[in-house]
């Protein structure tokens, strides 16, 4: 076994975690203005064609569509109007407390809060990009 496949003692998988997220954006400056006022997270890094928050240990980057070819060639980016193909997950302890907050805050939802039969109950809303985000709390 290689170091990337060589088990760890009490682990079954090299995967600890995951550490960054891309997320494409074609105005990048509007989804950074996006991310600062409806998750309230600062800017942890930025250059002209990313813009970097963190969300606990997790890096999510905001990318310029203008800067995904150097990223993922020869593979390509979908368009936004291809339809929605990931939900990123948020455990809150109040969605429809928080729910009110983001339209407070010009979020429109796409759905919720809605009970689910899994036991959270969740909303869910598009950043400018396209990427939905559902806000999940424990019932």
């Avoid at 003692?9 to 090299?14: A, E, F, H, I, V």
């Avoid at 960054?20 to 203005?33: G, H, M, P, R």
């Avoid at 970097?52 to 905001?62: A, D, E, K, T, Y």
């Avoid at 796409?110 to 899994?118: A, E, Q, T």
Wanted: charged letters at 20%.
């Amino acid at each position: 076994m290689d170091d990337m496949t060589e088990r760890v003692p009490g682990r079954t998988s090299w995967v600890t975690g995951i550490s960054a997220i891309t997320l494409f954006a074609e105005d990048l400056n509007t989804s950074k203005q996006f991310y600062q006022r409806v998750f309230d997270v600062p800017v942890h890094y930025e250059d002209e064609n990313s813009a970097v928050f963190l969300f606990g240990q997790v890096m999510i980057n905001v990318l310029a569509t203008t800067s995904v070819d150097d990223l993922i060639a020869p593979a390509v980016m979908a368009s936004r109007g291809a339809g929605a193909r990931q939900v990123y997950t948020l455990p809150v302890d109040n969605v429809d407390a928080l729910c009110v907050e983001l339209t407070r805050r010009g979020v429109e939802l796409l759905n919720g809060p809605v009970d689910r039969p899994w036991g959270v109950r969740t909303a869910s809303f598009l950043d400018p990009a396209g990427h939905i985000w559902e806000l999940a709390t424990r019932r």
